[in-house]
């Protein structure tokens, strides 16, 4: 079955850290296609929080993460990666990566992280 499965979500006080992972089931990534972490927290639209090239070569943040995250892939075992650093209460989200496949996006089922004391 082809999927995306994220982990290391978790609760982590402000200030705090966590490493999200993202890996491909059932396809291997190619060089041709880009990554993506979205979050969406409750009562909002799902927002794109850092997206990297197939080749890792570029990567491109939102604002209001810029600097704190670092978004990478590891293409020889199919993983996306997202470090999180000194993070905040408004970081709490559900957190989804998304492949761009040639068929089409590919969504994660998501990874809970809760910022808060």
């Known amino acids: 079955q082809v999927q995306l499965v994220e982990s290391g979500g978790g609760l982590v006080q402000p200030g705090g850290s966590l490493k999200l992972s993202c890996a491909a089931h059932?396809?291997?990534?190619?060089?041709?296609?880009?990554a993506s972490w979205y979050r969406q927290a409750p009562g909002k639209e799902r927002e794109l929080v850092a997206s990297?090239?197939?080749?890792?070569?570029?990567?491109n943040y939102a604002g209001a993460v810029r600097g704190r995250f670092t978004i990478s892939r590891d293409n020889g075992i199919s993983t996306v990666y997202l470090q999180m650093n000194s993070l905040k209460p408004e970081d709490t989200a559900v957190y989804f990566c998304?492949?761009?496949?040639?068929?089409?996006?590919?969504w994660g089922q998501g990874t809970q992280v809760a910022v808060s004391s």
């Open positions: 990297i090239s197939a080749d890792g070569s570029t990567t």
């Open positions: 059932g396809f291997i990534f190619g060089y041709s296609e880009a």
């Open positions: 998304k492949v761009v496949r040639w068929n089409g996006d590919l």
